[in-house]
């Protein structure tokens, strides 16, 4: 093996134990359900490095992840062309903090805007130097009521699953009013 090879292993492993013991007062299941073994020291030194930034993180509103800090007028002092605009300019700037807000098109310009100035951009969210996926806004808010992502988005099979599993009758199904295309990034 040559002499820079050996050296690099020699660095990845010193960094790996470096890293568990930042990591050790820290453990929980997260860290024990990884199979390291089907990892490379550097894949693996990688995979620890993002969950000791996760730990380190400052949880922070939204509004403050921009330098200068995001500050938006109050939607009611907008008419509807200069809110248009401003609102495409918003989601950029959120897109660009790679925050993509998922299941718009059932609300208005209006609602919409409202919706990133109430609650998005105070929502405290961990602020990741090096963030490597999007946070994804659930602007149907699925989980607090299921009737908006059931009657504009869920597939049918989702809305299937959802029916047998709580028994409630389905809202029928309808096509969102405002088709808007917004960045999208995986989930």
Same mark, same amino acid.
């Given at each position: 093996?040559?002499?820079?090879?050996?050296?690099?292993?020699? +660095?990845?492993?010193?960094?790996?134990?470096?890293?568990?013991?930042? !990591?050790?007062?820290?453990? *929980?299941?997260?860290?024990?359900?990884?199979?390291?073994?089907?990892?490379?020291?550097?894949?693996?030194?990688?995979?620890?490095?993002?969950? !000791?930034?996760?730990?380190?993180?400052?949880?922070?509103?939204?509004?403050?992840?921009?330098?200068?800090?995001?500050? =938006?007028?109050?939607?009611?002092? =907008?008419?509807?062309? +200069?809110?248009?605009?401003?609102?495409?300019?918003?989601?950029?700037?959120?897109?660009?903090?790679?925050?993509? =807000? *998922?299941?718009?098109?059932? =609300? *208005?310009?209006?609602?919409?805007?409202? !919706?990133?100035?109430?609650?998005?951009?105070?929502?405290?969210?961990?602020?990741?130097?090096?963030?490597?996926s999007f946070l994804h806004w659930d602007c149907a808010n699925i989980e607090g009521d299921p009737e908006i992502w059931l009657r504009y988005y869920?597939?049918?099979?989702?809305?299937?699953?959802?029916?047998?599993?709580?028994?409630?009758?389905?809202?029928?199904?309808? !096509?969102?009013?405002?088709?808007?295309?917004?960045?999208r990034a995986p989930l």
């Open positions: 093996m040559p002499e820079s090879s050996q050296h690099n292993d020699v +660095d990845s492993l010193l960094r790996n134990a470096r890293l568990r013991d930042e !990591l050790e007062p820290l453990f *929980d299941e997260s860290i024990g359900s990884v199979d390291y073994s089907v990892m490379s020291t550097h894949r693996e030194n990688e995979f620890l490095e993002s969950m !000791l930034e996760w730990e380190r993180a400052p949880m922070v509103p939204i509004s403050q992840w921009f330098d200068p800090e995001m500050v =938006l007028p109050h939607p009611d002092h =907008l008419a509807g062309d +200069d809110l248009s605009e401003l609102l495409d300019s918003v989601v950029e700037q959120l897109y660009q903090q790679q925050i993509v =807000l *998922d299941f718009t098109n059932h =609300l *208005d310009d209006r609602q919409l805007y409202t !919706l990133i100035y109430r609650d998005i951009l105070p929502s405290y969210e961990k602020k990741l130097s090096k963030r490597s869920a597939s049918d099979e989702e809305r299937d699953i959802w029916s047998d599993e709580t028994g409630e009758k389905l809202p029928p199904r309808q !096509l969102p009013p405002f088709a808007r295309q917004l960045p």
